[in-house]
């Protein structure tokens, strides 16, 4: 039984990870930004800076998963800020915390995204290859910086996530679209999304909790996808037509950056250090993962 601290516990994949791992027989206290209603939450408040270390202490591992959603938009000027903020205002206090701490956790499993690497078109991506260019590349670098502030005692890891095939999130209005008769192809079809399915994204977190492995790990799953494919699979599993085409300049014209990250970036990337380290996938295709979150 271990004592884990979890920040960003009432998202799409913190839900699901607090009670995998209270299933498991762990400990899990989660930090709350309102009024706690449990004595298994403890309120923070990581614009101000607040956060009691007596919070930390005795724990064995701090996973973060905070940060406000980068699917919504539009990106006006003010919600780039708190894109920013959310993520690295509560990632330098955890680490900051950690580091004044006489015995740190071993462990902080710190949040992190795919969108380190930016549009990379026909390059073949890994774990370790280099960064890209832009906001969100810069926005990912400065957020995995944060983390890399915590002691020297304690194992880093940054969890670069995909986007996590589930009943919500960033693939959602694809769904939706797509129940409704109004599945489409963005831009050529041909640019890779980086995708993992809840369940996985979860057993992979899991996994690092009780691994060796320190620095960036990729979490996506094992068999690269392109748009078209995933948004196939989406009208076959669903049964419905994909008739439609959203050509790029229109989307650049409608969502701006925000387009060109979301929907058009081309990134293919495979999970060289998580499949090293011996995880085992559930889904291990697009398809697999569309199944499960309809079955879910």
């Given at each position: 039984?271990?004592?884990?601290?979890?920040?960003?516990?009432?998202?799409?994949?913190?839900?699901?990870?607090?009670?995998?791992?209270?299933?498991?027989?762990?400990?899990?206290?989660?930090?709350?930004?309102?009024?706690?209603?449990?004595?298994?939450?403890?309120?923070?408040?990581?614009?101000?800076?607040?956060?009691?270390?007596a919070v930390l202490t005795g724990a064995d591992a701090v996973i973060n998963l905070s940060g406000a959603s980068i699917a919504r938009i539009p990106w006006t000027n003010s919600y780039r800020r708190e894109l920013v903020s959310s993520r690295i205002n509560a990632t330098r206090l955890l680490a900051e915390t950690m580091a004044g701490m006489p015995a740190p956790p071993a462990t902080f499993l710190s949040g992190s995204?795919?969108?380190?690497?930016?549009?990379?078109?026909?390059?073949?991506?890994d774990d370790d290859s280099p960064r890209g260019s832009g906001f969100v590349p810069d926005l990912v670098l400065a957020w995995e910086q944060a983390a890399g502030l915590a002691p020297p005692q304690?194992?880093?890891?940054?969890?670069?996530?995909?986007?996590?095939?589930a009943k919500s999130g960033g693939l959602a209005p694809v769904r939706l679209l797509t129940t409704f008769g109004l599945g489409a192809r963005f831009g050529s079809g041909?640019?890779?999304w980086p995708w993992i399915s809840l369940e996985d994204e979860v057993r992979a977190i899991v996994h690092l909790l009780t691994s060796t492995i320190s620095g960036p790990v990729v979490l996506a799953g094992p068999t690269?996808?392109?748009?078209?494919?995933?948004?196939?699979?989406?009208?076959?599993?669903?049964?419905?037509?994909?008739?439609?085409?959203?050509?790029?300049?229109?989307?650049?014209?409608?969502?701006?950056?925000?387009?060109?990250?979301?929907?058009?970036?081309?990134?293919?990337?495979?999970?060289?250090?998580?499949?090293?380290?011996?995880?085992?996938?559930?889904?291990?295709?697009?398809?697999?993962?569309?199944?499960?979150?309809?079955?879910?």
């Open positions: 039984m271990s004592r884990i601290v979890i920040a960003g516990a009432s998202g799409l994949i913190g839900q699901p990870l607090v009670r995998a791992l209270r299933a498991g027989g762990h400990r899990v206290t989660t930090l709350v930004r309102r009024a706690p209603k449990s004595a298994n939450e403890v309120r923070w408040d990581p614009d101000a800076g607040q956060l009691d270390p995204a795919i969108g380190f690497y930016g549009d990379r078109p026909r390059v073949r991506l304690t194992r880093v890891v940054t969890l670069r996530t995909s986007v996590v095939v041909r640019q890779f690269p996808a392109t748009a078209d494919e995933i948004t196939a699979a989406y009208a076959e599993a669903l049964r419905r037509p994909r008739f439609l085409w959203v050509p790029a300049w229109a989307i650049r014209l409608a969502l701006g950056d925000a387009g060109e990250h979301l929907l058009l970036a081309d990134v293919q990337l495979q999970p060289v250090r998580l499949a090293a380290d011996g995880f085992e996938w559930r889904h291990r295709t697009v398809r697999d993962a569309i199944d499960a979150a309809l079955a879910g």
